[in-house]
């Protein structure tokens, strides 16, 4: 039968419940076969020649006191089990207002352990009280794991909070347990000495708690509020606040005061205990969070309000934090305590008004299955009263514009230390209730006009976008590898190309230095058709030369630092245009009565654009639920987003108050053009069993998806079988702002059987950024590399490259579409010397027979001839290779090997080297008016991972890059 007990065992089995006793150990092995030799069905298998090995332990506990445990007056005891093994301590009756005193070393446990701690059983310490009718009962529990134990042997005696059963009814504070652990080897065990068990001599003293307020606490009800109060617990006594209704962010400005004894010395003496509960009309209030402070903290202190952190009902540091409780705490001695003021609770005030400019809300979820038909808003600050919007359903109960600015007068403390939190609650207007569908807290602690702020540093102007490393004005294509995607080393070119852009005459490469493997190498043997090597790419930019070993066949990573030749002036002509000058490759628009625009410029951010510009208005998220579900298992959490508030708040002081600008006239909504200019997406999740996906676009606006009109679907033009799919479209809709704020791109992998897959999906906010001052002087908007998420993942499922466009009617009518394409490939040929090299390492001890090979990713292979029998560790070649190439080059690196000829054994690498082109293809593809672009020789280092130091100290090659139409007048 399905009892409650075996709920229990469900909820333990699932990890949803801590198992709160011993049941036992079973010995068990796995063995992992090839399936062929897997046998059905049970097999006998052979005995143990013996056990595992084990080790004497022993387990000793010294129990102390405890203080407010839930006994109601019955006898109390304490049971101790490792395993098997228990010992139970002697049975204390009556247990007067919680409080136990044992001061009892309990016998010792001898047990036997393996050698990992890991598998030793855990340690449960269980206390039980008798009532007068019926059986014990447990009040609590400590389960201690077995390395913990042994920590807890070098550790003073020290209380602990008792846990109850999860999945048990009753209270959930069980009391505190002062005890003492001891658990190790026998020998190290029994040679230390236990604890004093003589009573401590106890002083009375009287605890003042001062508590002001909370903020953001759990959420205990379904509305997404509770209704708070604090319990202080000091020696076995206890007072309490009064509940504050409907909040999370509760003002009680409460003094309380307890009368106590305390042992000394103080570290046996119970901490302070608060206990933060939700009230409740019909069922046991619950318990929201407990936080402790330390009596050695206190002694000799006078009061300091500060914040506490509302922490899981253990209480233990480290958890996630529930809220924040402000309170401050003073420890007297009850003999002076008359002597000593009680400190005044509430903070000095003034007055000050509040400016809560509300644009709108988004995405507004419906409530009880029906949608939001007539929301309005309810503000209130602190004790003040709250104050309410007008009802609005315009355009839509979904997407309603307020425009309205709220002047809110309050006092507020002059320490910001004491700023209540603005609640905001937001009510749908129906016609027999007004349900509350969400929430929200503000703080404008930071806001207070008599503060001086804390200095941000301010962001620069729009039209000078912060540029990363990596993030340089780019052609869009132009440098791209073939198949759309951003070549892993345009990052480093890019930097290179930025430091060689300050010297007219200057291109610096970056050398990424690997040798390949003997026995798949190109060079390994006459005439070998073995693959290429893995592609490598340098994370970092680099000027000049820079010896990388990168991870291959060899291992991992590593950098020799000892290695930087700075180039010369190698370049003979070359453009003197700032970086963030470089074509996009695009048609131009030419406007009427002035000259032409050179070609078009767009910069290029390598994130989200919104990392990069101030937004005019803040967005808050509105829940309704609870998120509250204390201990191991967490049922009760159901707390949701519900949508999002608009709106800019301001704090401000009457005496000095600015004219409050009307939201309606600058807010009025109006019709635009949003073009999104999509240009490819980059690193796409594979969808398909072959690794790749169909991907095609997308695009909708928010509370839109329905509207054929504003939902484009561009499947006709899905991009099949690939990772990095180049769209170049540009796609046109119609919104009102304010209005549908968010648009939404997705990316969908086409499945010709059964439904199409979403990858991922990113959302713009049109209002943050038409609204912008900062967006809105950006003379042109620069391309984005802007993240897509899936609802069932935390993790990016690929990039797209684009960016925005948002007009007026009249400004879309004046510019058309920017044609986006991508660049029309164009042929070159790629020419290398090879001239000689120098201190070449051996490998036939006394003498090398060298030959070099050189060829670009992704294209064959092409040989010197053998410089035979070099003794002295140089070569003569003077050995040109041409190569044809195409640009965009997909991995604009050359490959420079050096080997030694074997003539009866496979062929010797000496070192390698990967010189990065990248900024070398990308001047030549956007200049292809010069007739050449040519690397002059130059001396460069190569390495192999498996050999210290540098293989080959200098190596001459030249390079350079002619256009098609050069070849052919040559």
């Given at each position: 039968?399905?009892?409650?007990?075996?709920?229990?065992?469900?909820?333990?089995?699932?990890?949803?419940?801590?198992?709160?006793?011993?049941?036992?150990?079973?010995?068990?092995?796995?063995?992992?076969?090839?399936?062929?030799?897997?046998?059905?069905?049970?097999?006998?298998?052979?005995?143990?020649?013996?056990?595992?090995?084990?080790?004497?332990?022993?387990?000793?506990?010294?129990?102390?006191?405890?203080?407010?445990?839930?006994?109601?007056?019955?006898?109390?005891?304490?049971?101790?089990?490792?395993?098997?093994?228990?010992?139970?301590?002697?049975?204390?009756?009556?247990?007067?207002k919680?409080?136990?005193?044992?001061?009892?070393?309990?016998?010792?446990?001898?047990?036997?352990?393996?050698?990992?701690?890991?598998k030793?059983?855990?340690?449960?310490?269980?206390?039980?009280?008798?009532?007068?009718?019926?059986?014990?009962?447990?009040?609590?529990?400590?389960?201690?794991?077995?390395?913990?134990?042994?920590?807890?042997?070098?550790?003073?005696?020290?209380?602990?909070?008792?846990?109850?059963?999860?999945?048990?009814?009753?209270?959930?504070?069980?009391?505190?347990?002062?005890?003492?652990v001891?658990?190790?080897p026998?020998?190290?065990?029994?040679?230390?000495?236990?604890?004093n068990?003589?009573?401590?001599?106890k002083?009375?003293?009287?605890?003042?708690?001062?508590?002001?307020?909370?903020?953001?606490?759990?959420?205990?009800?379904?509305?997404?509020?509770?209704?708070?109060?604090?319990?202080?617990?000091?020696?076995?006594?206890?007072?309490?606040?009064?509940?504050?209704?409907?909040?999370?962010?509760?003002?009680?400005?409460?003094?309380?005061k307890?009368?106590?004894?305390?042992?000394?010395p103080?570290?046996?003496?119970?901490?302070?205990?608060?206990?933060?509960?939700?009230?409740?009309?019909?069922?046991?209030?619950?318990?929201?969070?407990v936080?402790?402070?330390?009596?050695?903290?206190?002694?000799?202190?006078?009061?300091?309000?500060?914040?506490?952190?509302?922490l899981?009902?253990?209480?233990?540091?480290g958890?996630?934090?529930?809220?924040?409780?402000?309170?401050?705490?003073?420890?007297?001695?009850?003999?002076?305590?008359a002597?000593?003021?009680?400190?005044?609770?509430?903070?000095?005030?003034?007055?000050?008004?509040?400016?809560?400019?509300?644009v709108?809300?988004?995405?507004?979820?419906?409530?009880?299955?029906?949608?939001?038909?007539?929301?309005?808003?309810?503000?209130?600050?602190?004790?003040?009263?709250a104050?309410?919007?007008?009802?609005?359903?315009?355009?839509?109960?979904?997407?309603?514009?307020?425009?309205?600015?709220?002047?809110?007068?309050?006092?507020?403390?002059?320490?910001?230390?004491?700023?209540?939190?603005?609640?905001?609650?937001?009510?749908?207007?129906?016609?027999?209730?007004?349900?509350?569908?969400?929430?929200?807290?503000?703080?404008?602690?930071?806001?207070?006009?008599?503060?001086?702020?804390?200095?941000?540093?301010?962001?620069?102007?729009?039209?000078?976008?912060?540029?990363?490393?990596?993030?340089?004005?780019?052609?869009?294509?132009?440098?791209?590898?073939?198949?759309?995607?951003?070549?892993?080393?345009?990052?480093?070119?890019?930097?290179?190309?930025?430091?060689?852009?300050?010297?007219?005459?200057r291109?610096?490469?970056?050398?990424?230095?690997?040798?390949?493997?003997?026995?798949?190498?190109?060079?390994?043997s006459?005439?070998?058709?073995?693959?290429?090597?893995?592609?490598?790419?340098?994370?970092?930019?680099?000027?000049?030369i820079?010896?990388?070993?990168?991870?291959?066949?060899?291992?991992?990573?590593?950098?020799?630092?000892?290695?930087?030749?700075?180039?010369?002036?190698?370049?003979?002509?070359?453009?003197?245009?700032?970086?963030?000058?470089?074509?996009?490759?695009?048609?131009?628009?030419?406007?009427?009565?002035?000259?032409?625009?050179?070609?078009?410029?767009?910069?290029?951010?390598?994130?989200?654009?919104?990392?990069y510009?101030?937004?005019?208005?803040?967005?808050?998220?509105?829940?309704?639920?609870?998120?509250?579900?204390l201990?191991?298992?967490?049922?009760?959490?159901?707390?949701?987003?519900?949508?999002?508030?608009?709106?800019?708040?301001?704090?401000?002081?009457?005496?000095?108050?600015?004219?409050?600008?009307?939201?309606?006239?600058?807010?009025?909504?109006?019709?635009?053009?949003?073009?999104?200019?999509?240009?490819?997406?980059?690193?796409?999740?594979?969808?398909?069993?072959?690794?790749?996906?169909?991907?095609?676009?997308?695009?909708?606006?928010?509370?839109?998806?329905?509207?054929?009109?504003?939902?484009?679907?561009?499947?006709?033009?899905?991009?099949?079988?690939?990772?990095?799919?180049?769209?170049?479209?540009?796609?046109?809709?119609?919104?009102?702002?304010?209005?549908?704020?968010?648009l939404?791109?997705?990316?969908?992998?086409?499945?010709?059987?059964?439904?199409?897959?979403?990858?991922?999906?990113?959302?713009?906010?049109?209002?943050?950024?038409?609204?912008?001052?900062?967006?809105?002087?950006?003379?042109?908007?620069p391309?984005?590399?802007?993240?897509?998420w899936?609802?069932?993942?935390?993790?990016?499922?690929?990039?797209?490259?684009?960016?925005?466009?948002?007009?007026?009617?009249?400004?879309?009518?004046?510019?058309?579409?920017?044609?986006?394409?991508?660049?029309?490939?164009?042929?070159?040929?790629?020419?290398?010397?090879?001239?000689?090299?120098?201190?070449?390492?051996?490998?036939?001890?006394?003498?090398?027979?060298?030959?070099?090979?050189?060829?670009?990713?992704?294209?064959?292979?092409?040989?010197?001839?053998?410089?035979?029998?070099?003794?002295?560790g140089?070569?003569?070649?003077?050995?040109?290779?041409?190569f044809?190439?195409?640009?965009?080059?997909k991995t604009?690196?050359?490959?420079?090997?050096?080997?030694?000829?074997?003539?009866?054994?496979?062929?010797?690498?000496?070192?390698?080297?990967?010189?990065?082109?990248?900024?070398?293809?990308?001047?030549?593809?956007?200049?292809?008016?010069?007739?050449?672009?040519?690397?002059?020789?130059?001396?460069?280092?190569?390495?192999?991972?498996?050999?210290?130091?540098?293989?080959?100290?200098?190596?001459?090659?030249?390079?350079?890059?002619?256009?098609?139409?050069v070849?052919?007048?040559?």
């Open positions: 039968p399905y009892t409650d007990e075996t709920k229990d065992i469900i909820q333990m089995n699932s990890g949803n419940s801590e198992a709160t006793a011993y049941r036992g150990r079973v010995l068990v092995s796995l063995e992992a076969v090839p399936a062929k030799d897997a046998k059905k069905g049970k097999q006998s298998i052979t005995p143990l020649a013996s056990e595992p090995a084990t080790s004497a332990f022993v387990l000793n506990l010294d129990l102390y006191e405890s203080a407010e445990i839930d006994a109601n007056d019955s006898a109390v005891e304490a049971e101790v089990s490792i395993g098997p093994k228990i010992v139970i301590s002697r049975k204390l009756k009556p247990a007067s919680g409080r136990a005193v044992w001061y009892e070393n309990l016998a010792s446990l001898q047990v036997s352990v393996p050698a990992d701690m890991s030793v059983p855990d340690i449960f310490i269980n206390f039980f009280k008798y009532p007068l009718v019926g059986e014990r009962k447990r009040i609590g529990y400590q389960r201690i794991s077995a390395q913990r134990a042994a920590e807890m042997t070098q550790e003073p005696p020290s209380w602990n909070l008792l846990k109850r059963d999860a999945l048990k009814e009753g209270k959930p504070f069980s009391g505190f347990v002062l005890y003492k001891f658990f190790g026998a020998a190290q065990i029994n040679a230390m000495q236990r604890g068990m003589s009573n401590p001599v002083k009375k003293y009287q605890l003042r708690a001062y508590i002001y307020q909370g903020r953001n606490l759990a959420s205990a009800d379904d509305n997404g509020l509770s209704d708070p109060y604090c319990i202080v617990h000091f020696g076995g006594k206890v007072e309490k606040t009064k509940f504050q209704k409907e909040t999370i962010n509760p003002i009680w400005y409460e003094t309380l307890i009368d106590s004894e305390l042992a000394e103080y570290n046996l003496a119970p901490h302070i205990t608060v206990l933060v509960f939700d009230k409740d009309t019909f069922t046991e209030d619950d318990l929201m969070g936080f402790n402070i330390e009596i050695p903290e206190l002694i000799g202190k006078p009061p300091v309000p500060k914040w506490y952190p509302v899981d009902r253990d209480g233990k540091s958890q996630k934090a529930l809220g924040e409780i402000l309170a401050a705490f003073h420890l007297i001695p009850l003999d002076s305590a002597d000593i003021p009680v400190l005044k609770v509430e903070p000095e005030m003034r007055d000050a008004t509040i400016d809560f400019g509300i709108g809300m988004r995405k507004l979820l419906p409530y009880a299955l029906q949608p939001i038909q007539n929301p309005f808003i309810e503000v209130q600050c602190g004790r003040e009263p104050i309410r919007t007008k009802p609005s359903k315009k355009p839509t109960g979904f997407n309603p514009n307020f425009l309205e600015t709220l002047e809110i007068p309050v006092k507020l403390p002059v320490d910001p230390l004491f700023c209540p939190q603005v609640d905001v609650k937001v009510f749908d207007h129906r016609v027999i209730y007004k349900p509350l569908i969400g929430s929200t807290t503000i703080g404008i602690d930071k806001l207070l006009p008599w503060v001086k702020p804390v200095e941000v540093e301010e962001l620069p102007p729009a039209q000078e976008v912060p540029i990363l490393p990596e993030q340089e004005a780019v052609a869009v294509g132009a440098g791209a590898s073939e198949d759309g995607a951003a070549s892993p080393d345009q990052a480093s070119s890019s930097s290179s190309s930025s430091a060689a852009n300050t010297n007219a005459d291109i610096d490469i970056v050398v990424e230095n690997r040798a390949p493997s003997d026995a798949n190498s190109v060079g390994s006459e005439g070998s058709s073995a693959p290429l090597l893995a592609s490598g790419s340098s994370d970092q930019p680099k000027t000049g820079t010896a990388t070993i990168l991870t291959g066949v060899f291992g991992k990573d590593k950098e020799d630092p000892n290695i930087h030749i700075e180039l010369p002036n190698i370049i003979a002509k070359t453009i003197a245009e700032p970086i963030s000058k470089i074509p996009i490759g695009l048609e131009v628009i030419e406007k009427e009565n002035e000259e032409a625009e050179t070609p078009n410029i767009r910069p290029q951010v390598g994130k989200e654009l919104e990392r510009f101030r937004p005019s208005f803040s967005n808050w998220k509105l829940t309704r639920g609870k998120n509250m579900g201990g191991p298992l967490q049922s009760k959490i159901s707390l949701s987003t519900t949508g999002t508030l608009k709106g800019q708040i301001k704090v401000q002081d009457p005496s000095s108050k600015e004219t409050t600008v009307s939201l309606t006239e600058l807010y009025q909504p109006r019709p635009y053009v949003i073009r999104s200019y999509i240009l490819r997406g980059l690193s796409i999740m594979p969808k398909d069993r072959n690794g790749l996906t169909d991907c095609y676009v997308v695009i909708y606006t928010n509370g839109a998806k329905g509207n054929k009109q504003q939902l484009i679907n561009d499947v006709k033009n899905v991009k099949k079988e690939t990772l990095n799919p180049q769209f170049f479209s540009c796609y046109e809709m119609k919104v009102d702002l304010p209005g549908d704020s968010e939404v791109i997705e990316i969908w992998d086409w499945d010709r059987v059964g439904g199409d897959e979403l990858v991922g999906r990113t959302t713009i906010d049109l209002e943050n950024r038409q609204f912008s001052e900062s967006w809105r002087e950006l003379p042109q908007k391309i984005e590399c802007r993240n897509l899936h609802p069932q993942s935390s993790l990016p499922q690929g990039q797209i490259e684009m960016w925005l466009d948002i007009m007026t009617p009249e400004e879309a009518a004046k510019n058309p579409k920017i044609p986006i394409a991508p660049p029309v490939p164009r042929n070159y040929e790629l020419r290398v010397i090879i001239w000689n090299t120098k201190d070449c390492a051996f490998r036939d001890k006394t003498m090398s027979d060298i030959f070099v090979v050189a060829y670009p990713e992704g294209s064959p292979p092409q040989k010197t001839d053998v410089h035979w029998r070099s003794e002295d140089q070569g003569m070649f003077n050995w040109r290779m041409v044809p190439i195409t640009l965009p080059y604009p690196r050359l490959k420079l090997q050096l080997w030694d000829k074997d003539l009866l054994n496979p062929n010797d690498v000496i070192a390698e080297a990967s010189l990065n082109l990248a900024g070398l293809f990308k001047k030549a593809f956007k200049n292809e008016d010069i007739p050449n672009f040519a690397i002059d020789k130059q001396f460069i280092t190569l390495t192999h991972p498996n050999y210290d130091g540098p293989q080959v100290y200098t190596f001459l090659p030249a390079i350079s890059l002619y256009p098609e139409k070849i052919n007048i040559e």
